[in-house]
């Protein structure tokens, strides 16, 4: 193989570990620690952090073009000039030389467009963060400590549901779902990405990482969420309109107006949300639906998005069990022309669409963009639970632990690989280089891969990592002592290095397949730190099989056919 093409295909990996490890590197070692607090928070707290800072920014301006309106701006307002600059030439006024607060603030129409300007600024600040925060290398709950509750399946509730007893099929079709359920619940949280894994015994393994407010995590492991379906009171919504435009800060409380007599008793008022920019339920006006629900989201048993074949627009569709469809179809037969509010947790979700016909079993829904049609799917799979879930265990792991248990595992590894370069420079010399090289190159390809696949590094997973240490140099050593041979013999370097490679390959590859393949039956059977161990194990032999054959035999190719050195440096009593 060219040499050439070889150093192009190590810089290429080398390349993309690089890319994949960044966020990690950025995140744990150039990111303070009151930065990684923001972009942990909730939604609504990056939203009113947001919005405080942006408020604090403009009174600061204010206060600047009052005392010293033709100082320049500080360059932390450099995004303010980059906007300002945008609307000076939409109005096409001739941008200023020199960037004075006042023509800043003059590049704006309104103290609300800069208010605006720099609550975007503050937004995308958290959230790039945010989204920075979902590429890293997590750390598991055995590491930064945090939250750990298991939960079971309750198989008579489910029984109850369906009416019969069910199949194995049904159940971890339930269980499925349920897991779907509470990662679309954690997520309004703002807490750690959690690991939930499904045990035996219909059990489900909850463990969010890091610091965790116990009782907010416990208000989505205990809630149930609730999904239905209300027929719409034109009239009596009409009203809520008449209302709200004579009484702007009306407060429907318990889902009425202060004046009881205004609504009929059957009906109710609640709110119709979407999404603000945050990604926040966002009040965007009211609705009168009937007080009693019309069919209850835990009929529903799948739903999917597609596309119209004629119209190519985003459509949703969804299916319900019998009971529900007979429900359904009466409920729409009855109130054809009326629109159908989708309500969870008492709040109307993507509008009412309107009723055009009875539906039975399956139902067809439109008018939303791809994003809506997505989000309205996920509303109709996972907003009321499947099955009811039992807290079995519940445990709180400290924060102070994890921490001596990293700096532990982190300086048994720095001292193994010390000590194992050490050795190999000794007795290898130059040799003992190579390998010293390939086994850093080894751990670099190991993180980078573990962070490109989001993978939780815990303590069994440091297990691996020092494990591999050894396992890696191990291939070299037999490569090293096949070459070894080679020179006894009186082979040139050129000709020891590629015999001693060649009878070198089978040897390694056989010791490695081994562990490989009891390293992937471990990641399969095993559960929890097991399979963490065997994950880690698994990717470093990999690694280390490249790093040892192929990037070894780069280095000692370089050194003959680049450098043209006629000797090799690969231990004692060979020269």
């Not at 729409?332 to 993507?350: C, Q």
Request: glycine share 8%.
């Amino acid at each position: 193989m060219n040499i050439r093409f070889r150093f192009l295909v190590i810089l290429l990996f080398i390349g993309l570990a690089g890319i994949f490890l960044s966020p990690t590197i950025k995140w744990y070692f150039f990111t303070p620690e009151d930065r990684q607090t923001l972009a942990n928070s909730s939604k609504e707290q990056i939203r009113e952090y947001s919005k405080k800072q942006a408020a604090a920014d403009l009174e600061d301006l204010k206060d600047l073009v009052l005392s010293n309106p033709d100082d320049q701006i500080a360059e932390s307002y450099d995004f303010l000039v980059s906007a300002a600059k945008k609307n000076y030439k939409l109005e096409k006024r001739d941008t200023p030389e020199l960037w004075t607060i006042r023509s800043v603030l003059e590049g704006f129409s309104s103290a609300n467009e800069v208010f605006s300007v720099l609550e975007d600024y503050y937004r995308e600040d958290i959230m790039g963060l945010k989204e920075m925060k979902n590429k890293i290398l997590q750390l598991g709950l055995d590491i930064s400590g945090g939250l750990s509750v298991t939960i079971e399946a309750d198989e008579v509730n489910l029984a109850e549901r369906l009416g019969h007893e069910p199949t194995d099929d049904e159940r971890d079709e339930a269980i499925a779902l349920a897991m779907t359920t509470l990662t679309s619940r954690i997520d309004k949280f703002g807490v750690t990405e959690p690991s939930i894994r499904k045990q035996a015994n219909n059990q489900i393994l909850i463990e969010v990482p890091g610091e965790v407010d116990q009782e907010t995590v416990n208000s989505f492991l205990h809630g149930k969420g609730t999904l239905k379906f209300h027929i719409v009171n034109d009239d009596a919504s009409n009203t809520v309109r008449d209302i709200l435009r004579d009484n702007p800060g009306e407060i429907f409380e318990n889902g009425r107006p202060a004046d009881n007599t205004l609504l009929p008793e059957d009906v109710t008022v609640m709110g119709v949300y979407k999404k603000d920019r945050y990604g926040v339920d966002e009040l965007i006006s009211y609705l009168a639906v009937e007080k009693e629900a019309g069919l209850d989201g835990t009929h529903i048993k799948s739903a999917l998005v597609r596309r119209d074949s004629i119209t190519n627009q985003p459509e949703v569709i969804f299916e319900m069990d019998s009971e529900g469809g007979e429900i359904f179809y009466d409920l729409t037969n009855s109130n054809v022309g009326k629109r159908l509010a989708i309500v969870m947790d008492n709040k109307i979700k993507e509008g009412a669409p309107n009723i055009s016909e009875g539906i039975r079993n399956s139902v067809r829904m439109t008018g939303f963009d791809n994003d809506e049609a997505q989000t309205l799917s996920v509303v109709l799979k996972t907003a009321a639970l499947p099955i009811n879930l039992n807290v079995i265990n519940e445990q709180a792991v400290g924060a102070s632990l994890g921490s001596d248990a990293i700096r532990t595992g982190i300086w048994a590894m720095i001292y193994g690989f010390i000590a194992v370069i050490i050795f190999m420079i000794i007795y290898y010399k130059g040799a003992g280089v190579v390998a010293t090289v390939a086994l850093m190159l080894n751990l670099v390809f190991i993180m980078a891969i573990l962070s490109s696949f989001k993978m939780t590094l815990t303590m069994t997973s440091i297990a691996g990592l020092i494990l591999n240490v050894g396992m890696a140099v191990d291939a070299n050593v037999i490569i090293f002592e096949r070459i070894r041979e080679e020179l006894r013999t009186g082979k040139s370097r050129a000709a020891a290095v590629e015999a001693g490679f060649k009878k070198a390959f089978w040897t390694v590859m056989d010791a490695n397949i081994t562990t490989l393949i009891a390293a992937i039956f471990l990641s399969q059977l095993g559960k929890g730190p097991i399979a963490g161990f065997a994950v880690t194990l698994a990717v470093g032999i990999v690694c280390s099989l490249f790093t040892a054959i192929f990037v070894s035999k780069a280095i000692f190719s370089f050194g003959t056919d680049v450098l043209k050195k006629e000797k090799i440096s690969i231990g004692w009593g060979l020269k």
